[in-house]
Structures are given as structure tokens and as C-alpha cells.
């Protein structure tokens, strides 16, 4: 959709102000693309998850339609973007994109060990041992 958008969104504009005897000029300027995550590296993602949280863990979050640059990289390779969570417990939650996020940086480890994991092919086991 993301790529046929612009031709759509003209036709309909058109289509639209045509009984009215008026013009349009559309300038479609496309933003970031979507971010379309690989099965399998979702699949290798959860593993590795699941290997550090259990098979219970939540692991999906609400999908988001807001922009996001990772999705550059992926229509060049395979791949999934997952999110980690950087908020204390119970505190408030900030804009990643804003000057007043706060961080909690226990977050840091946990998410160098998840990416690890996942490097690894889902074994936290690994990771943790050394």
C-alpha cells in the first residue's frame, strides 16, 4: 500500500472534485516507509524472549502507526524491530523523541542480553553463562 498510496490518493482527490468543476494539485511527499517485520526474525526474537522470561512472558506490544527509520533497513535486509521497554516500574512514561525522556538503565543490560540472545539463536542460556 505504502507504494501504490500516491497514485490512489490523486485518482481519489480527482475523483472527488470533478462534479464540482474545480482543480486539485496533489503533492504526495512519502514519509518513512513501513516497518515490516521478517516471520523468522520475529520468530528468532520471541525465542530468545521467551529463553529470558518464560514461555508466558508478554512479548507482543500494541502496534504502532506512528514512523519509525528502523524500516530503512529493513527493505534491505531481513529482520524484526522489537521494543524494550525503558520505563521504571509504575513511573511516568516519556517520548523516546523528546529532551525529558528518562531512561531507567537497568533496561540496558536487559536488552544488550536479548540481542545477544537473539544473535545466538534464542539461547539466553548462552548469554548468561558467559
Do not use: C
Not at 470533478?18 to 526474525?41: I, L, Q, T, W
Not at 521504571?88 to 536487559?110: C, F, K, M, N
Request: hydrophobic content about 40%.
Amino acid at each position: 500500500m505504502w507504494e501504490d498510496i500516491g497514485p490512489l490518493l490523486e485518482e481519489v482527490v480527482h475523483a472527488v472534485i470533478s462534479p464540482y468543476a474545480v482543480s486539485a494539485k496533489v503533492e504526495h511527499v512519502r514519509g518513512v516507509p513501513p516497518v515490516v517485520n521478517d516471520p523468522d526474525s520475529v520468530a528468532r526474537l520471541r525465542a530468545a524472549a521467551e529463553s529470558m522470561l518464560g514461555p508466558h512472558a508478554p512479548t507482543l506490544t500494541a502496534q504502532s502507526l506512528g514512523g519509525e527509520d528502523f524500516a530503512w533497513y529493513l527493505q534491505e535486509v531481513s529482520g524484526a524491530m522489537g521494543r524494550l521497554g525503558t520505563r521504571t516500574p509504575g513511573g511516568p512514561t516519556y517520548d523516546l523523541h523528546q529532551g525529558d525522556l528518562i531512561v531507567d538503565e537497568r533496561a540496558i543490560a536487559s536488552g544488550a542480553m536479548l540481542l545477544a540472545a537473539t544473535a545466538l539463536g534464542g539461547k539466553y542460556s548462552q548469554v548468561a553463562d558467559g
